[in-house]
Nanobody
């Protein structure tokens, strides 16, 4: 089971990007999913989370600009980022608390994607 993030890139300040993250494998259930980011020289920080019923939570720094959503049927989570600022520049990681089957065993684990670079120029 793995998470694959995509959609990062270079954009000018004020622009938009949409990140996607797909979970693949023998997934039984995914509970909360989220996006984190890590800028150079800084710790990884929470951007947004969404649980299976659609309830969301955002970092204060992105409220009103970013929107997290998910497609439970496709095991995907998205992050729509609008009004991007240079301070949003970071590697963005998706994660998911999931229950899946591996080697005949049921496993509960927090999975992380590989990260996708978002660069916002001023």
């Amino acid at each position: 089971v793995q998470l694959q993030a995509s959609g990062g890139g270079l954009v000018q300040a004020g622009g938009s990007l949409r990140l996607s993250c797909a979970a693949s494998g023998r997934i039984i259930r995914i509970d909360d999913m989220g996006w984190f980011r890590q800028a150079p020289g800084k710790q990884r920080e929470l951007v947004a989370t969404i649980i299976s019923d659609g309830s969301t939570n955002y970092a204060d720094s992105v409220k009103g600009r970013f929107t997290i959503s998910r497609d439970n049927a496709k095991n995907m989570v998205y992050l729509q980022m609008n009004s991007l600022k240079p301070e949003d520049t970071a590697v963005y990681y998706c994660n998911a608390n999931s229950i899946y089957e591996e080697y005949g065993q049921v496993v509960a684990a927090k999975l992380w994607g590989q990260g996708t670079q978002v660069t916002v120029s001023s």
